[in-house]
């Protein structure tokens, strides 16, 4: 039996695994590029459109990779996922190293639950739903690179042992477990499309079990619950016992969404429901304890332009990080009091103006793509400056480094006596931090930005440019 | 009668030999150098061309300072310092034109050397400036080395004897080692610094521009120029002049094109002039009468010899 199957699937599986390492480390610069890959990514996309925000055309790949469970079982999830492909990896390494038979675990949360779940989340701004999803932990594992911080170092070190370790005793746990994306497609998939099934030929080998990236085969039998269709069974069957089988045929084996809720529970069955439901509650309202306490802290936070409000954001961002890993300067840094979302981080570097990076690579639109020329006219903060401290207010010394750095010209230099002082006219700035950088006081800034609750738009620096009077003149003589 | 004749020849022939010994030589000499062209070209303290594109500017005004051979000798490391400091493109007239950049590249391996060398520690990020700027592509396209400047590991501190403000400062190793240096600005109105020209150009060969905007820019921008080791050559970008929102300049409209280049050894001297093409009056700049008390040149423009040239007239 030539194993194409296995060796297809593994080659599909490295490539787009190569596409989204290109597409979450920003190595990939064309934005419609980096739109096509967020489009494959189910979850960050539905948080879209839960806010109304939907890409044309790409919005059709994210519907074909959505509705493919129909008839083609969670095709995403065997094929293409690179956390599907990482915990594949980590499990065939544990076969090989652990000489005991891996055990195999039955139950899972049903996937109507963690749908409920991140929804709630959604609804209520809450952003712990970027804690779950799989492409956004997928990003944070490089952002930690571009900018390392613990906490997140810590999220990542948790993601990962999920991914690589725990397939030592549930391949896949995740992906049956808490990703949404997978809920998603196990809602969709009614079971009732090609998938792989056992034939009396078959020899009870036992070889089909092992193969199996979720431990799917038991005893001659497959949990459909559990089978993403990845069709490796198929390929490690000595006999070809396994075929595929087409769409709408009944099966004996095999239960559907439906039939789940409708049969009659059973007492361990209802003590299961109850212990659940019980434990989401207390989740649920400790979450939004938290969220109170810190959402406080948050407000001083300043978010990317095309963020619209810090509201807006949190609303929105899944926090994976692909905003901070684009940044050309680095200015993007995960914010402990936001959960890890991003802000502004202005004593360090500042958000170049030539630059729309972020808004082109967030899979969630939380920070909305705009043209380079709008992005420069949105207004994030304004700049304040404290007299107190600043070098020309106290002393008699020139220093103007604020004004230098400043691309919106939103500061004036105003003489007083031989110096010049600055002046910030707030119409023309954007809060995008580089008077705040170039201030050489230490340790706090004579300048600082506050962020804006709602962006506002700036007024163009055009109305401080006008043409010049001498402007036109072809030729001009020596001056000595 | 015949005796008396020939008597008289001789005595004419006599005198006339006689008269050949007299210096008359030197009578039509003054005449002689009227008419004849030097030999040697003068030692201008200021070259002044205009009309022309900045490359044809700098290989006419090089050809009045002596010829690159002047500065640049065989086997030697040039460094050119023109002011990258920018994220903008060439036509905004915020960093050194690179054309002109890449003239002065051309005719430093020309004159023999063996590595041209070029950076700048540049305000925004230095990809960008390098970039955007049009300098990486002509370094690469003219042979020249484009140094990473945005790591402290490249500088080195020295210092700045008879400074009192900045009396060491980490400079960039390139400078310290090069066996010449042309420092080569873009003149631009400044919102702190009221001008930028050579002197400024300076603040980009350190690597704690913060120091000097906190203990005193006028005074750290004069001192600064009592480093050992000056640039054998200033040439002055006044092609486009940015004379309103400078050192960034907001749009193309606060550009007046001067299409001008001025070149000098004397630091002061060739600022005081960039300062009347700006259009501001040499006095309103602080750092300037600072610098000439220091030593580090004059701003005495009328005592100077200036050459003007006019390409395109």
Known sequence: MNKWHKKYRLILQILFFLFCLGGTTSLIKYREVVEIYNSFHIFTSFVSWMNLSFTFPYIIITLFVLFSPLLLGRLYCAFLCPVGFLQDIAFKFWVRLSRRKIRRSNKHIPSILIFILTVFLILNGLPYFGYIDHISNFSRIFAVFKHFSLPMLGVVVVFLSFILILPRIYPRWFCLNLCPSGAMFSLVDEKKG???????????????????????????????????????????????????????????????????????????????FVGMATGFVAVLGSIEAVTVFLGSKVKASIVPPGANSIKDFWVKCTGCHQCISSCPTGVLVPSVEGLLTPKMNYDSSYCEYECNACLSVCPTKAISYYPLDVKKQISIGKAKIDKETCIPYIGDKDCAACAEHCPSGAVDMHKEGDIYVPVIDEHFCIGCGACQYACPVDPVRAIQVIPEEIHSIAYSPRKKSQKQKNGDIEEHEFPF | MQKERREFFKTVAKVFSLGLLLPFENLFAKTKRKISLPKKKRDWDL?????????????????????????????????????????????????????????????????????????????????????????????????????????????????????????????????????????????????????????????????????????????????????????????????????????????????????????????????????????????EIPYLKMAENLGLGTMDLKKSKIRKISIRS
């Open chain 2, 47 to 283: 070259v002044a061309v205009k009309g022309g594109s900045p490359a044809e500017m700098f290989v006419s005004g090089i050809n009045a300072m002596g010829g690159m051979e002047n500065f640049v000798k065989k086997g030697q490391t040039v460094l050119i310092k023109p002011n990258i400091g920018w994220n903008r493109p060439p036509m905004a007239g915020a960093n050194t034109n690179p054309d002109l950049v890449g003239k002065i590249i051309e005719l430093a391996y020309k004159s023999g050397a063996k590595r041209v060398e070029v950076f700048d520690h540049t305000c925004n990020e230095e990809i960008e400036c390098y970039r955007n700027s049009g300098i990486e592509k002509v370094c690469r396209s003219k042979g020249a080395v484009l140094l990473p400047a945005s790591d402290e590991k490249y500088y080195r501190k020295i210092k700045i004897p008879g400074a009192k403000i900045v009396k060491d400062a980490l400079v960039h190793k390139s400078y310290l080692e090069a066996d010449v240096v042309i420092n080569v600005p873009i003149l631009k109105q400044h919102s702190g610094a009221r001008m930028t020209a050579a002197i400024k150009n300076y603040m980009g060969i350190v690597w704690d521009r913060r120091y000097w905007h906190r203990h005193g820019l006028m005074e750290a921008i004069s001192e600064f120029g009592l480093i050992e080791k000056k640039p054998a050559l200033n040439v002055v970008d006044a092609y486009f002049v940015m004379t309103r929102n400078g050192p960034r300049g907001l749009t193309s409209n606060d550009l007046i094109q001067k299409k001008m280049l001025l070149l000098s050894k004397d630091i002061v001297l060739v600022d005081t002039a960039s300062a009347k093409v700006l259009g501001v009056s040499p006095k």
């Open chain 1, 194 to 272: 090609v998938r792989p099934a056992i034939s009396k030929v078959c020899n009870s080998c036992g070889k089909c079990e092992l193969s199996c990236p979720t431990l799917a085969i038991k005893k001659g039998e497959i949990d459909y619950n559990k089978c993403l269709n990845c069709l490796d069974c198929i390929d490690s069957c000595p006999k070809e016992a396994i075929q595929l089988v087409f769409p709408f045929r009944p099966f004996k084996k095999g239960a559907g969404f439906l039939s789940v809720l409708s049969a009659p529970f059973r007492t361990d069955r209802r003590n299961f």
